[in-house]
């Protein structure tokens, strides 16, 4: 970053930060820090900072990067140069620092202050909502600093941008204060809460998602084959492990039954993946682990993952009967000990027509997502497939499929699905255009899609699933957990295949945002 065309003598690099406050110091200037985002700077900021500057000789305000910023969809509005060069601007602010990290604390750590300053509000642990604040006052008092509040104009950045600015669609905006009529910051919080008692199974394929990026070339000289030259690659645990991921970061007792091959990475793999008392996984040598590997272009900023082609490395062919006995013997044991079971079938052979009907007669509260993909296009519909669900979601493609048609009332055809296999719950999602749910004795949900800026849509349906299921399995109303799965999926479309899972503190932090459009 160009510190004079961003923040002209008061911008300090985090890596400069230690030795610059040391300096101040023994100097025997008195510091103090003040944090935050500071998206839309206004008269509250002003007066908080104007009121922490004269508590001290020197103060360096930090503020967190881009790529950490957990207000929802849509944030930050204005980039991090903008942010940074818009309080450099104020002359009650010394010093600005770009800070890298999710959390205040390794900020606090570089200043040392000698006050933190936050505002008046903060005051009143209400306000806490994810337990931020008594971290930051943790990290202050290791410091040797002390904490203190400033008063004045209480006007929050989120509400004047969810107001008075278009980084919302009108149809995000209408559903959001709608879902405000009927539930506070305090009840969604307690919602996702809810959802840690939760004993879950999860069971399906592994599915390895292989991104090598390379930089296109262009035309090899001898034929009219595209060239390109290898970058990198990593590899990222998806499929139903993806799933897996994703609940546990909502309940702890979750447990994964699948399938996978004895190839050399492969253990290393799943053990950085799934814990030693979770794993029910069935090894074979005779196996193929599936991969999945995409040929993508490097990303430009702000924009979506650019993929080339793909290549699949699988068998179609369902495992050997040693491993399917394995598998239902695990599955048998697991299931005896759960609410619910989340059953991801990708269409590549591991779920047999006789695990389906076992898992069907079985589950307490099977939650089920019957995919279509290239590798099983039209072999694999849900209503051909298994003959009851508690919850299920399929996207368009699937729908169509299943309905025969190219062109249907997609309501009803959800309605007519949902109740030939007697769900609870049911899901459609549509990707850009919206998402419908429908539960027994509601009327229907639509939600609409509440991010935009995709990076890749690899897995963002996995991750609603994931948490709609959940929320499902909880029994949580039908608007409520089609806004929690809403927001996982916004999560998983940033986040490039499935490098890491979707984090319940930003998806908390990202739903209590929009309800205060």
């Known amino acids: ?24 110091r023994a100097a025997g ?48 509005y204005f980039d991090e140069r903008l942010r940074l060069g818009s309080l450099a601007a104020l002359s009650c602010v010394d010093h600005v620092v770009l800070s890298p990290f999710p959390s205040a604390v390794p900020a606090i750590e570089a200043i040392r202050p000698d006050i933190y300053c936050k505002g008046k509000e903060y005051e009143d642990a209400e306000h806490d909502d994810s337990g931020a604040l008594q971290e930051e006052m943790r990290a202050v008092e290791r410091c040797g600093g002390e904490v203190r ?27 959001c204060r709608g879902l405000a009529t009927r539930y506070t910051r305090k009840t969604l919080g307690e919602a996702v809460e809810s959802l840690a008692g939760l004993r879950v199974l999860v069971v399906g ?26 970058l990198g690659s990593e590899t990222h645990g998806g499929g139903a492990l993806a799933a897996f991921r994703h609940v546990r970061q909502f309940t702890s007792k979750v447990r994964f039954l699948s399938v996978v091959g004895t190839e050399p990475w492969v253990e290393g793999a799943l053990r950085g993946l799934v814990g030693t008392g979770e794993d029910l996984v069935v090894r074979d040598p005779g196996y193929t682990t599936i991969v999945k590997e995409r040929f993508v272009e490097p990303r430009g900023e702000g924009e979506e993952v650019s993929k080339l082609f793909a290549v699949n490395y699988l068998d179609p062919e369902p495992p050997a009967e040693a491993v399917l006995e394995r598998f239902e013997a695990g599955f048998r044991e697991a299931c005896g000990n759960c609410d619910a079971v989340l059953l991801l079938d990708f269409g590549h052979g591991l ?14 509260l099977l939650v089920l997502n019957c995919q279509t993909n290239s590798s099983n296009h039209g072999f694999n519909v849900l209503p051909r497939q298994y003959r009851r669900a508690d919850v299920f ?12 048609q190219r062109r249907v009332d997609f309501q009803q055809e959800l309605r007519g699905l949902k109740e030939r296999l007697g769900a609870r719950y049911a899901w459609l999602t549509r990707g850009p255009v919206e998402t419908l749910g429908l539960r027994d004795g509601e009327e229907g949900c639509v939600c609409p899609p509440l991010e935009t800026d995709v990076v890749d849509p690899v897995g963002a349906g996995d991750a609603f699933f994931s948490v709609a299921g959940l929320a499902a399995a909880r029994g949580l109303p039908l608007d409520l957990a089609t806004f929690l799965g809403q927001l996982a999926g916004a999560q998983a479309v940033r986040i490039p295949g499935n490098a890491h899972p979707i984090s319940k503190p930003v998806l908390v932090r990202g739903g209590m945002s929009l309800l205060d459009c």
């Open 393 to 404: 979601a399929l996207d368009e493609q699937e729908l169509l499929l299943a309905a025969g």
């Open 1 to 24: 970053m160009d510190a004079d065309a961003v923040a002209p003598g008061k911008w300090i690099p985090f890596e400069a930060v230690p030795e610059r406050m040391a300096a101040l």
């Open 149 to 175: 509040f400033t008063g004045g104009i209480k006007a929050g950045s989120t509400r004047l941008l969810n107001h008075y600015f278009e980084h919302l669609g009108a149809p995000v905006r209408a559903f």
């Open 205 to 230: 394929e592994t599915i390895f998602d292989r991104y090598a990026q390379v930089r296109v070339q262009g035309l090899t000289s001898k034929s009219r084959v595209m060239s390109g030259r290898f």
């Open 29 to 76: 200037r008195r510091v103090v820090q003040s944090h935050g985002i500071f998206d839309l700077i206004h008269p509250g900021h002003v007066t908080h900072l104007e009121g922490a500057r004269a508590m001290g000789d020197v103060l360096v305000v930090s503020v967190t990067a881009d790529a950490h910023v957990q207000k929802g969809p849509g944030r930050p």
């Open 351 to 364: 779920m047999t027509e006789r695990l389906r009907r076992m898992v069907e007669e079985r589950a307490p």
